[in-house]
């Protein structure tokens, strides 16, 4: 291992799944991120709250890697943010957009997604647990906007990774998309998956991710 890389986590040092100190992030003008503090153990659900516009897409951004830090540290699993790679390697982000392939099918979506991680997985039995088995072979640009919600929640579901990070999962969903939605979530906690949502929906968030958090004016404070 070379000097400048940080050190490996051991099972006999067992670290926490996320871990921010005094983390500031400037976007062009504008501060999003003051100072945030945020102690997140491994198999902890948390709901992160905030307005429109309060930075919760961001946090998420940054702790999946896709954002560096202006000031401050990070870690997620024992890695430093700014080591994207490894990082990449313990996370999976589900953007609000769902965030899918619109040219390939929902199965190509899936085998992707498991490829890229290297990962074997039952896609026929993923898309029939979202309802999506009819649509399997369907491009991703000709899906309603619930369906790719559905698409991208197998896909989180199937991955499974150690630190799933959900963007408004249950915006464009109807009720039964939204009880599938606490479904699949307390499926990834009960398997030990750290979970962070960002929602505004609070009711419903807290019953599998129960530790809410609140971002206003930059900051993190505990509900
Ligand atoms: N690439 C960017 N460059 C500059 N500013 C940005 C960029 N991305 C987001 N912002 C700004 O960051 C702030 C936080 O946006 P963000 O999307 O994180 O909010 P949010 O809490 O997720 O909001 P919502 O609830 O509406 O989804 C907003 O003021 C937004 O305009």
């Given at each position: 291992m070379g000097k400048d890389q940080p050190p490996h986590p051991t099972p006999h040092a067992p670290q926490p799944a996320l871990q921010l100190r005094d983390l500031w992030l400037r976007l062009g003008r504008e501060v999003?991120?003051?100072g945030v503090n945020l102690d997140v153990l491994p198999g902890e659900g948390i709901t992160l709250l905030g307005e429109n516009g309060a930075g919760k897409t961001t946090l998420l951004r940054l702790l999946a890697s896709g954002l560096r830090p202006t000031r401050g540290e990070g870690r997620v699993m024992g890695f430093d943010l700014r080591d994207s790679r490894a990082v990449r390697d313990y996370i999976h982000l589900m953007p609000v957009d769902a965030g899918l392939y619109p040219d390939l099918s929902c199965t190509e979506n899936l085998e992707f997604a498991l490829k890229m991680h290297a990962q074997t997985g039952d896609v026929a039995a993923a898309l029939r647990r979202v309802t999506l088995e009819a649509a399997a072979?369907?491009?991703?640009?000709?899906?309603?906007a619930g369906m790719r919600k559905r698409l991208a929640l197998a896909r989180a579901h199937l991955l499974a990774r150690p630190v799933t990070l959900i963007d408004?999962?249950?915006?464009?969903?109807?009720t039964a998309g939204r009880q599938l939605v606490l479904e699949l979530l307390a499926e990834l906690r009960t398997g030990g998956v750290t979970l962070l949502i960002a929602a505004h929906e609070p009711e419903l968030a807290r019953q599998v991710a129960p530790r809410a958090l609140r971002l206003a004016a930059g900051i993190l404070h505990e509900e």
């Open positions: 999003i991120l003051r072979s369907r491009r991703v640009r000709f899906l309603s408004e999962p249950f915006a464009n969903l109807d």
